[in-house]
């Protein structure tokens, strides 16, 4: 069966610096790869999807950048952080083989700059 | 442009009472996918059902329940004699065909049930 982790799942970092939060996926192979974020009170915003090896695109222009160095990992980044990047970030992935099919998500990594 | 709309922000039961969390959409594809998701207090996503614009069948699965709606754009979920295990936010999503397929949220309902 396929599954998927991620993180860390709770970190404190202040402004200005890098941030590294890492996602893999088992079970499964040329998975599409996902980065929500959840802002506090707020829905999911999706950040970033990929849909093969560094094949990366961005929903919205912000401080955060994401890598796809391997087929199941999936990797969201910044050089340094602001306060306004808090957050709670969910990886998720998808079988690419069938329009529709579910997207399931990770456990989360609570994020929190100060 | 797709876009979810869930109503109600926070709805409060008492244990044992049933209660329907509204959803309602809107898209201009004539093939897309509907979706519920449970978030518990933990943070994860646990996805709940998922259902194509083809399938109008209302669809029960244990307390359960969702009703489809295509001349409405809804999607409504039901929880028959709560409990307070199902205290959550529930996010209803739409998603289009394509193959990377994007999942566009609601901003979710809280859910709490109280003994």
């Known amino acids: 069966s396929q599954t998927i982790h991620q993180w860390p799942a709770t970190l404190v970092q202040p402004v200005g610096s890098p941030l590294s939060l890492e996602c893999t996926v088992e079970g499964t192979s040329n998975p599409n790869l996902y980065w929500y974020r959840q802002a506090a009170g707020r829905g999911l915003q999706l950040l970033f999807y990929s849909i093969g090896i560094d094949q990366i695109s961005s929903e919205v222009p912000q401080n955060l950048s994401a890598s796809r160095p391997q087929d199941r990992q999936f990797i969201l980044s910044s050089k340094k952080l602001l306060l306004s990047d808090s957050g709670f970030y969910l990886c998720?992935?998808?079988?690419?083989?069938?329009?529709?099919?579910?997207?399931?998500f990770g456990e989360g990594s609570w994020l929190t700059v100060v | 442009a797709q876009k979810v709309t869930q109503a109600q922000t926070e709805i409060s039961v008492v244990e044992k009472e049933d209660v329907t969390l509204d959803c309602v959409y809107e898209?201009?594809?004539?093939?897309?996918?509907l979706f519920w998701y449970k978030q518990p207090p933990s943070g994860e996503l646990v996805f709940l059902i998922r259902?194509?614009?083809?399938?109008?069948q209302n669809e029960i699965s244990g307390r359960y329940s969702w009703n489809f709606q295509k001349s409405t754009s809804s999607f409504n979920f039901t929880i028959t004699a709560s409990q307070v295990v199902d205290s959550a936010v529930y996010f209803c999503a739409l998603s289009g065909t394509t193959s990377f397929q994007k999942l566009v949220f609601g901003t979710g309902t809280r859910l709490l049930v109280s003994p």
């Open positions: 259902r194509n614009s083809f399938d109008e």
């Open positions: 898209t201009r594809d004539t093939t897309y996918y």
């Open positions: 998720a992935w998808k079988s690419d083989r069938v329009p529709g099919n579910t997207i399931y």
